[in-house]
C-alpha cells in the first residue's frame, strides 16, 4: 500500500526559505520517478516538479524560476523541495506523488498534503 507523508511546511515571510519532505512506503522509491505538486486555495493541483530515479537530474514548472530544488534520499525513502524566495503566490498545499510530470494526474494515493502560507 502506498504510503506518502508530507512535512515541513508552515507560515514563512516572502522571501524565506522552506524545506519540505516527503516520507513514502509501500513502493519500492528507487524505482519512481517522483513528483512535487501543489495546489492554491480554490484552484487545481499544479505540477511543481519531477526527479529521476537516481536523482541527478530534476526539472520543473516555469514558476519556480530557479527557486526550488527537488532532492531525493534513495537510501531512507525520503523525497524534498527546498524552497527559497518564497512569494505570496506559492501559498498552497504541497503534495508529492510517485508519477512522473506526464501522468501525476492518474495518482490517486494523496497523502495529507503539507501547508505553506507566504505572508508578510
Known amino acids: 500500500q502506498v504510503q506518502l507523508v508530507e512535512s515541513g511546511g508552515g507560515l514563512v515571510q516572502p522571501g524565506g526559505s522552506l524545506r519540505l519532505s516527503c516520507a513514502t512506503s509501500?513502493?519500492?522509491?528507487?524505482?519512481?520517478?517522483m513528483t512535487w505538486v501543489r495546489q492554491a486555495p480554490g484552484k487545481g493541483r499544479e505540477w511543481v516538479g519531477s526527479?529521476?530515479?537516481?536523482?541527478?537530474?530534476?526539472w520543473y514548472a516555469d514558476f519556480v524560476e530557479g527557486r526550488f530544488t527537488i532532492s531525493r534520499d534513495n537510501r531512507r525513502n525520503i523525497l524534498y523541495l527546498q524552497m527559497n524566495s518564497l512569494k505570496p503566490d506559492d501559498t498552497a498545499i504541497y503534495y508529492c506523488?510517485?508519477?512522473?510530470?506526464?501522468?501525476?494526474?492518474?495518482?490517486?494515493?494523496w497523502g495529507q498534503g503539507t501547508q505553506v502560507t507566504v505572508s508578510p
Open positions: 526527479i529521476i530515479t537516481s536523482g541527478e537530474n530534476a
Open positions: 506523488a510517485n508519477r512522473d510530470n506526464v501522468d501525476w494526474r492518474s495518482f490517486r494515493s
Open positions: 509501500g513502493f519500492i522509491f528507487g524505482a519512481y520517478v
